[in-house]
């Protein structure tokens, strides 16, 4: 249950680019690893940060260290995210016709960055500081 917000995450990006239809099936599967490994790997260092130093009291290095983490990381989760999503974009932009379809189309821009920024709060809460 504690990486929850991180499974839901990857079900989004997973789900976007699957998806994808102009994708082709290998860089379909070059995602979903690099994903995997990327969770891997996060939740394999957190965890080992939060063994080497959360004791009672809680130290600063471990507040510090934590945040760093999960800051660093958070750029190998959300900008892949990104160019996935202004690639569809882009290819929904131009494969529309007419001016109404093409403003409908980026004024759907407004609830997708919203949703994008949402999940990226969510992530970054991971590297809470109190």
Known sequence: MEYMAV?????IIY??????????????MIVTVYYIAV???FIQRKEEIYRQFHTLPVPEV???TNSEWVAFMSGFYFLPFLLILLYNYFRWFIQTSGTAKKVGVALSLIPAGFVFF???????MYGYRP
Do not use: A, E, Q, R
Request: glycine share 4%; hydrophobic share 60%; proline share 3%.
């Open 7 to 11: 499974w839901f995450l990857l079900g």
């Open 15 to 28: 789900l976007v680019t699957w998806t994808t239809k102009s994708f082709p099936l290998w860089l379909k």
């Open 39 to 41: 969770s891997y790997f």
């Open 62 to 64: 471990f507040w510090d």
């Open 118 to 124: 949402c999940l990226l709060f969510i992530f970054s």
